[in-house]
């Protein structure tokens, strides 16, 4: 158990809906991370949040949007749903990751989001 | 961030060590290199990280050349849950990419009985 928490683990929808996907870092870390991985497809940087504020972007759609809560915990919303978003959401967590390398990440166990 | 190469797959027999190699030939000197696996579709798990000096936990030792440009992953006794993806990627300390991870397609080793 990594101590992050990702929910739901599974998500159906239909296209052109949206979803909210929710991540609970580890206790103290400050940065979240997203990322996609599709089917036979690497895992893909999407944005990464540290203390409530947006400080990476990486291949994120217009359409897809994130955010880190007071908290700390942070959301994914995924909008106009096509059925190329159908993938693992991976969120991870790190102390820091904000100037320093030296802190590694934890990952989720992901939300695996299908649209149909 | 500096590219890694690493062979597509591997194979290793259950209880002999697999040595998964890294190239990283355009490492600066303030990037360090990460290991990570993904197990059949579950998150990645953090392995081992090193800036130039060998390290070792439980997990793992990683081998970093004296030049950085390479590394080597031992898993000194491989089981057959040592089957996965294995991922090194150099991460940056500093600068604007705030430590994020860029996976490439990594490694599939596959541990036989």
């Known amino acids: 158990d990594s101590g992050v928490t990702q929910t739901p683990k599974h998500l159906i929808t239909a296209t052109g809906q949206r979803v909210t996907l929710r991540c609970s870092p580890r206790?103290?870390?400050?940065?979240v991370y997203w990322y996609q991985q599709s089917l036979d497809q690497g895992l893909q940087f999407l944005i990464q949040?540290?203390?409530?504020?947006?400080?990476a972007k990486g291949n994120i759609l217009e359409r897809f949007s994130a955010q880190q809560f007071p908290d700390l915990h942070s959301e994914l919303n995924l909008s106009s749903l096509e059925l190329g978003d159908s993938a693992l959401y991976f969120c991870?967590?790190?102390?820091?990751?904000?100037?320093?390398?030296?802190?590694?990440?934890?990952f989720g166990q992901g939300t695996r989001l299908t649209v149909v | 961030d500096a590219k890694t190469t690493q062979p597509p797959s591997m194979d290793c027999a259950e209880g002999r060590a697999a040595n998964l190699p890294c190239n990283h030939s355009?490492?600066?000197?303030?990037?360090?290199v990460y290991w990570y696996r993904q197990i059949h579709s579950q998150g990645p798990q953090y392995i081992i990280h090193?800036?130039?000096n060998n390290e070792t936990n439980e997990m793992a030792s990683l081998i970093i050349t004296e030049d950085r440009k390479s590394s080597t992953l031992i898993l000194p006794h491989a089981t057959l849950r040592d089957t996965a993806v294995y991922y090194c990627?150099?991460?940056?300390?500093?600068?604007?990419?705030?430590?994020?991870?860029?996976f490439g397609q990594g490694t599939i080793l596959t541990v036989h009985p």
């Open positions: 991870a967590s790190s102390v820091a990751g904000l100037l320093d390398g030296n802190t590694e990440a934890f």
């Open positions: 206790s103290g870390d400050l940065s």
């Open positions: 949040y540290y203390n409530g504020e947006e400080r």
């Open positions: 355009t490492i600066s000197g303030n990037e360090y």
């Open positions: 090193g800036l130039k």
């Open positions: 990627i150099v991460r940056v300390s500093g600068g604007t990419s705030y430590g994020k991870l860029t």
